[in-house]
């Protein structure tokens, strides 16, 4: 059997409990390279086949996972954060699908909420934003036309943004084309949950002075909308005045 694991957003204790259980059983592990915590693979059994696939094709990966099938072996493909996200498991779940090959997919803490966690924020206010917008700017990898960050930008949403922290003069000018003002809130998020987290707070038109003063260039989110200012209505789900299924109004 063939597990696709999320490691968690880096702390090693982020994993989950399913997770580690699997971790701890596989006889193969094929983790995402430097994106993992290295912590994690201390938890491997002794005589655990351990595999950076940093350093492999999609073939190689996929040559592994049958080797250990043949072998009658169970394997952990670790997945960095929550593998549905940016995960690139869609194409190693079609080949599996095609060669007949048993897998399951447990989930993970994804970045994004580390991120959240480091920055002591909640992304969706009442009165402010009600939808949360992951992304990532187009680069070497391209993204369909209606999803470019100036068109993304026009809602006003609460933006998550990956894999473009060595865009961030780009990102920034787009973010503007698309309607945000140069003193939205913003910031840029290193390594969330790991030991050399960073936190760098800006708005939209310094984001570029920010991650060049703090040295950022890869593995950081970049975070942008009004849920990082002081103005928000509280929730009507704890209000007085407000009746629910398991409480009258008190007012």
Not at 92 to 114: E, H, M, N
Not at 174 to 202: F, H, M, N, Q
């Amino acid at each position: 059997m063939i597990h696709f694991v999320g490691a968690g957003c880096g702390a090693s204790d982020l994993i989950t409990v399913r997770g580690l259980r699997l971790l701890e059983q596989a006889d193969v592990i094929i983790y995402a390279g430097s994106l993992v915590n290295p912590e994690l693979l201390q938890s491997a059994k002794s005589g655990c086949e351990i595999h950076n696939s940093a350093n492999m094709t999609l073939d190689e990966v996929i040559a592994v996972m049958q080797r250990a099938e043949s072998g009658s072996k169970m394997t952990v493909r670790l997945h960095t954060g929550d593998p549905s996200i940016f995960g690139a498991i869609r194409e190693q779940i079609d080949r599996l699908d095609a060669l007949g090959l048993a897998y399951d997919i447990c989930p993970g803490v994804s970045s994004f909420c580390g991120a959240a966690a480091a920055l002591r924020a909640e992304y969706t206010l009442p009165e402010v934003s009600q939808t949360v917008i992951l992304t990532r700017m187009a680069g070497r990898t391209p993204v369909p036309e209606c999803e470019q960050i100036r068109a993304l930008a026009a809602h006003h949403a609460t933006m998550v943004i990956f894999l473009s922290a060595g865009m961030t003069a780009a990102l920034s000018a787009e973010l503007i084309a698309g309607g945000y003002e140069p003193e939205t809130p913003a910031a840029i998020v290193y390594k969330a949950s790991w030991p050399d987290e960073k936190i760098c707070r800006c708005t939209v038109g310094t984001l570029a002075e920010t991650a060049q003063k703090n040295g950022i260039r890869k593995t950081a989110l970049i975070t942008v909308g009004d849920f990082l200012g002081d103005d928000y209505a509280l929730s009507k789900l704890y209000d007085p005045a407000f009746e629910t299924e398991f409480r009258e109004a008190k007012i």
